[in-house]
């Protein structure tokens, strides 16, 4: 049966790299890989016999953790693009503005260049886990063997879809442009597919029900059907959203920064703030997700929970707290960047505020990052009486960070409203009111969050983690999803007073959108650990023990000098594979010169009217 | 030179050639790989300065019947077994809980006779139960009751009755499983699997 599904993977290999250099690498690579057919089977046959094989040196463990890491960030950002490139497609279509059309194919041309080293790792990965676990990858595929032909077939189709959409896309213009359309939304969907069935298996690890008796199909589904599968397959869905949406604006800043000519500035200025503009829209409910699938980690065994927030992994979540924070920080500062070098004068009027975002942001950051425990000497601890610090302490609390994460939200959300009202006046008759509704409803929403924070700590912990932090977050939530359509009813009548003007960013903009990218791969990393982690000694927790030489989790140290060299060789798989990707493109043309006539050629060069997620065409 | 010091010097390297390289190279996509080195390292020294703790895998426990002697060494072996090997504790709370997809168990031992427990464990359709513990109509529960006798869990005859043994003590029963009764489950299976093994030789 391993060895019938291997072949289907391989097969699927072969079957996608007709046409692209690095789809054709792929398969050269899987080939060389087929005498691990033969290992498999003979894992197969001696499942029972065999619990663990070992890589001398380096270590088993060691090596799966590279190799799967490079293989979930990189699926993690093929899965990704296509939800906001087809999103970009829609709003070229809707909009008739080519330059969203050719951003879109943009993305998707980073997508094709990446999906087959997804395969390639995902393929290596395979075969070490048969090598190097048999006792659990027996164990898996007796109980998930029918998802492993659900994934084959998945993945045929979104590979077919793939090779439609990409080709396609020139030929697919005027009246074919919505079946085109169709065939993005198809993609997507087979990606959802592909992302969470691999999910259950990995979700099944950390949260296992019991399988009863039944049919294959019946006993995998009730497997997948796990406690923690919806809330993963939501937080990955979010997160591969972020980390698609950084890494392609960390491509713009790269390109931004090698770039020569000004139509080379300008464009590669736009994509990066595209791609900036995505990472924080998909940011910004992600701590949501996050928290939900916390609450089912604590509902379905506390003592995962409490291994996860008060155990070993403790200050862990006070790294996270760090990354999250230089994170909203980049992102923001990105934002005030633009408001400062594309608005022309823009710059002085919104000191102030701004000014005042880095204030809250810095101090909600400090607090997110105070430990529940302070690292003390004995003669330390005995000056303040314990570990907890007489004033600190009380920011060590779930109370407190609860409160702080959902202000960072709400400020980094005011920062993009900011972006997307500068250089603008508004004309509606009732736009008085509606900005006057808008800041009181702020106001409110900022002192809700602090005052059901500060009384957090007054009432039982059930309390306040069933009612008052899910208040916090439907706070802001609510000011997210009133506030972005009032702010589109307001802008679509108001008149531009500055033209926005792309390419005159400094340098430092282009190392922001780097710094972004980075620490996102970084958290995904951390969190993938944490995950990994919370489950102990347990291959599957409470059902199949890790009775290895490596069954014990590594500390936080070591745990993050890994992650930093996996990130760093992912950073450098992703530079190779958009270099390849750029020797395709004909440069010659240059990224502007397929700009609509009309308005564009109208105004001054490098000039559009400022609108968050992009300009449209003058006069609009 | 202890592992954390060595990957802080590792770390502070890395910083240190991240540093020069922005100073001195002028190759831009060189000075973006020297950018991200320094924020990495400077992440790696970030993270080797809080507390360091590994996780370690506590001491693999055997459930050996032959070392039982009294029915309390009985229970305490259907305990371990009921919160690991059996997985019992994956759906079954003892005691009331939100999260328990199936029955407490707790006091079940003294409810139910053992022989009844035994068949609810060995042939869970004999009797179905409904959740009676909300409004309205009785439903089913989220997770089906598994065969314990069969695979994946397979627990051996001994086993479940350590599990029961385990039940009744925890329900403030006296444990009316005896050793000796066990200690015949336990050579009664060997002999049984002894003899299949020869008729499959044969």
């Known amino acids: 049966m391993i060895h019938q599904s291997l072949m289907n993977i391989l097969k699927n290999l072969v079957c996608k790299t007709r046409g692209l250099p690095l789809l054709k690498l792929g398969t050269v690579f899987a080939v060389l890989l087929l005498p691990c057919l033969a290992l498999a089977q003979d894992a197969a046959t001696q499942a029972m016999s065999v619990e663990y094989r070992d890589i001398p040196g380096m270590g088993s463990r060691n090596l799966i953790w590279i190799v799967a890491q490079q293989h979930l960030l990189l699926a993690g950002f093929v899965l990704g693009v296509p939800i906001f490139a087809w999103v970009c497609e829609i709003v070229g279509w809707k909009t008739n503005e080519p330059r969203y059309d050719k951003l879109a194919k943009e993305f998707t041309k980073l997508l094709t260049s990446a999906y087959a080293t997804t395969a390639l790792f995902g393929g290596i990965l395979l075969f070490l886990l048969i090598g190097l676990y048999p006792k659990l990858m027996a164990y898996l595929t007796d109980i998930f063997f029918p998802s492993f032909i659900a994934y084959c077939i998945l993945f045929l189709f979104e590979t077919a879809t793939l090779y439609m959409y990409w080709y396609g896309w020139d030929a697919m213009q005027g009246k074919k442009k919505a079946f085109h359309l169709f065939l993005g939304f198809l993609l997507n969907l087979f990606a959802l597919g592909i992302m969470i069935v691999p999910n259950a298996w990995a979700t099944f690890q950390a949260s296992p029900v019991v399988v009863a008796d039944g049919t294959d199909i019946e006993r995998a589904w009730a497997a997948m059907q796990n406690p923690t599968w919806w809330p993963v397959n939501i937080h990955r869905l979010i997160a591969n959203v972020v980390l698609g949406g950084f890494i392609c604006g960390a491509y713009a800043g790269v390109r931004y920064l090698l770039a020569v000519s000004r139509e080379e500035k300008e464009h590669y200025d736009w994509m990066g703030y595209v791609g900036n503009f995505i990472g924080v829209f998909g940011m910004l409910p992600l701590p949501f997700a996050g928290y939900w699938l916390m609450r089912e980690i604590y509902q379905y065994n506390q003592q995962m929970g409490i291994t996860l927030m008060g155990g070993f992994l403790a200050w862990l979540f006070i790294l996270q707290a760090m990354l999250i924070g230089v994170l909203f920080l980049g992102a923001n500062y990105y934002f005030w960047m633009g408001i400062s070098y594309r608005i022309p004068g823009s710059a002085q009027s919104y000191k102030k505020p701004i000014m005042a975002m880095l204030i809250v942001l810095m101090v909600c950051l400090g607090v997110w990052m105070t430990p529940h425990s302070l690292v003390a000497s004995l003669e330390e601890a005995r000056k303040m009486g314990g570990t907890h610090h007489p004033m600190l302490g009380v920011f060590g609390v779930m109370s407190a960070k609860m409160t702080v994460s959902n202000l960072m939200i709400l400020v980094t959300f005011m920062s993009f409203i900011m972006y997307w009202r500068a250089g603008k006046v508004e004309t509606a008759g009732w736009a008085k009111i509606a900005k006057s509704v808008m800041g009181a409803l702020l106001v409110i929403a900022g002192i809700a969050v602090i005052v059901l924070g500060v009384w957090g700590y007054f009432v039982p912990a059930i309390i306040r983690i069933n009612y008052f932090s899910v208040a916090q977050v439907l706070i802001v939530l609510f000011i997210m999803v009133t506030f972005t359509p009032l ?46 982690s919370s489950r102990v000694h347990w291959h599957i927790y409470g059902v199949m023990r890790d009775t290895s030489e490596y069954a014990y989790s590594p500390a936080l140290g070591y745990a993050a000098a890994f992650m930093s060299l996996n990130t760093f060789l992912f950073c450098l798989l992703v530079a190779f594979i958009f270099w390849v990707a750029s020797m395709g493109g004909d440069k010659s043309k240059g990224p502007q010169k397929e700009e609509p006539k009309g308005s564009q050629e109208k105004l001054p060069e490098g000039l559009t009217p400022a609108m968050a997620g992009g300009s449209p065409r003058k006069g609009e | 030179m202890s592992e954390v010091a060595l990957l802080q010097l590792i770390g502070l390297s890395v910083v240190g050639l991240g540093i020069v390289i922005l100073l001195f190279i002028k190759a831009m996509f060189v000075r973006v790989l020297g950018f991200v080195a320094m924020v990495l390292g400077s992440f790696s020294l970030v993270a080797l300065s809080v507390p360091q703790m590994a996780s370690l895998p506590p001491a693999i426990e055997s459930f050996d019947i032959a070392s039982v002697k009294t029915p309390d060494d009985l229970a305490s072996i259907g305990q371990k077994i009921f919160f690991s090997k059996g997985q019992c504790a994956l759906c079954h709370s003892i005691g009331p809980s939100e999260s328990a997809r199936c029955p407490d168990l707790a006091g079940v031992g003294a409810k139910l006779a053992p022989e009844f427990i035994y068949e609810s464990l060995t042939d869970p359709q004999s009797y179905i139960y409904l959740d009676f513990r909300h409004e309205g109509l009785p439903e089913e529960y989220p997770a089906r009751m598994p065969y314990i006798n069969k695979n994946p869990i397979a627990l051996s005859k001994p086993e479940i009755f350590s599990v029961i043994a385990f039940l009744q003590k925890m329900s403030g029963e006296p444990i009316s499983i005896k050793v000796e009764d066990v200690m015949d489950m336990g050579q009664e299976e060997k002999s049984v699997k002894m003899a299949s093994l020869k008729d499959g030789a044969l």
Request: aromatic residues 6%; hydrophobic residues 55%; glycine residues 6%.
């Open chain 1, 487 to 532: 702010t589109a009813l307001l802008m679509k009548s108001a008149k531009t007073t500055t033209e926005m003007v792309w390419g005159q960013m400094p340098i430092r903009a282009g190392y922001s959108l780097v710094l972004n990218a980075v620490m996102v791969i970084l958290l995904m990393s951390l969190m993938g650990y944490a995950r990994s």
